[in-house]
């Protein structure tokens, strides 16, 4: 039998070099006052003991209530998820449809029933609608005449400072 490394030999030994520092008088009640210092220290150790096995108790229980509202959060997300992907492609098949009529033709079909022909086309005089004229007249522009630039003409460089 051995207890922390140590055997019964070297129990015996301890107890005798105890009983011959201590004496035969003092003996019991130094034994007395070790099992109180023991009993103390057992039950101090079972407090924490206690205390840690209540306090992971505690821990544990939070972590399956956590655990469970994720769960819980999970599952409900992949609801939404699913349902949002329905309605998506719902909605997609919808703006398919609605486009449909305003796609324009492929490369290789020739279509051309919104296309005019401008030479066969009747005048904007014709219907009364007055062309558009992009001249500015000199005195708007700040007056004086305004000349044309020759083609040779290149314009001056910036200023630079």
Excluded at 40 to 69: C, M, N, P, S, W
Aim: hydrophobic share 40%.
């Amino acid at each position: 039998m051995e207890f922390l490394g140590i055997g019964y030999q070297e129990v015996l030994v301890i107890l005798v070099v105890l009983l011959v520092v201590v004496g035969p008088e003092r003996m019991p009640r130094m034994a007395y006052q070790m099992g109180k210092w023991v009993r103390t220290l057992q039950e101090y150790a079972r407090a924490v003991r206690d205390e840690f096995h209540d306090e992971f108790d505690y821990i544990e229980e939070q972590y399956r209530t956590v655990k469970g509202e994720v769960e819980t959060a999970s599952n409900e997300f992949r609801a939404e998820q699913s349902r949002f992907n329905t309605e998506l492609r719902q909605l997609n098949t919808e703006l398919k449809d609605v486009t449909e009529p305003l796609r324009l033709p492929a490369a290789n079909e020739s279509s051309t029933d919104n296309v005019v022909d401008i030479s066969t086309a009747p005048s904007a005089a014709a219907h009364g609608v007055a062309a558009a004229t992009a001249v500015a007249e000199p005195e708007a522009a700040g007056g004086g005449e305004l000349e044309p630039m020759k083609a040779e003409e290149k314009p001056a460089p910036p200023l630079v400072f």
